[in-house]
């Protein structure tokens, strides 16, 4: 276990919706990251928030957008959802600034149908 | 432009085989950390090492050892007498810095299987 939560586990949607993904980092980390790993794309990184910050973006697309609250904690919102959102979204913390090791949660696996 | 290969998309070796999974990266700048994860078939991501562009030292961890080569822009990954237990997809990554935070870039993961 490494002290990373992500809620929920599973989600079905379907096109044009939005849904929040949920993430808890561990304990004493100030640095939340978002990844999305699908089939055809890899792992992906898309986007780095640091003590309610944003610090780095990658391959984010327009349509999601992140924040990280002052208890630490981070959402991943996606819109007007698509068939080739689907994949599975991944946060990981780490106790600065990406330099160092992260730790990543178990994961949320969406489908959009 | 960043960007991290793994050449290789599969091996299969047997058990107290020692296997390595290549890892070429591509960086303009002369600060960045390397990165290797492991993800079992759970699902999970697993950090096992990181290493900083001003460190080409080798790093030994038990059975698994790591040989940066900056000269040949490579890290390297070698798993001494492979253990069913290490099956699994690994995944190399790159990590620059950008405004105040680090971007990272992935590779495509090399799926290792280790038979009995």
């Known amino acids: 276990d490494s002290g990373v939560t992500q809620t929920p586990k599973h989600l079905i949607t379907a096109t044009g919706q939005r849904v929040t993904l949920r993430c808890s980092p561990r304990?004493?980390?100030?640095?939340v990251y978002w990844y999305q790993q699908s089939l055809d794309q890899g792992l992906q990184f898309l986007i780095q928030?640091?003590?309610?910050?944003?610090?780095a973006k990658g391959n984010i697309l327009e349509r999601f957008s992140a924040q990280q609250f002052p208890d630490l904690h981070s959402e991943l919102n996606l819109s007007s959802l698509e068939l080739g959102d689907s994949a599975l979204y991944f946060c990981?913390?780490?106790?600065?600034?990406?330099?160092?090791?992260?730790?990543f949660g178990p994961g949320t696996r969406l489908t959009v149908t | 432009a960043q960007k991290v290969t793994q050449a290789q998309t599969e091996i299969s070796v047997v058990e107290k085989e020692d296997v390595t999974l290549d890892c070429v990266y591509e960086?303009?700048?002369?600060?960045?950390?390397l990165f290797w994860y492991k993800q079992p078939p759970s699902g999970e991501l697993v950090f096992l090492i990181r290493?900083?562009?001003?460190?080409?030292q080798n790093e030994i961890s038990g059975r698994y050892s790591w040989n940066f080569q900056k000269s040949t822009s490579s890290f390297n990954f070698t798993i001494t007498a492979s253990q069913v237990v290490d099956s699994a997809v690994y995944f190399c990554?790159?990590?620059?810095?950008?405004?105040?935070?680090?971007?990272?870039?992935f590779g495509p993961g090399t799926r290792l299987s280790v038979l009995p």
């Open positions: 290493r900083n562009s001003f460190d080409e």
């Open positions: 960086t303009r700048d002369t600060t960045y950390y």
């Open positions: 928030y640091y003590n309610g910050e944003e610090r």
């Open positions: 304990s004493g980390d100030l640095s």
């Open positions: 990981a913390s780490s106790i600065t600034s990406g330099r160092e090791e992260q730790y």
């Open positions: 990554a790159l990590s620059e810095a950008q405004n105040y935070g680090q971007n990272f870039v």
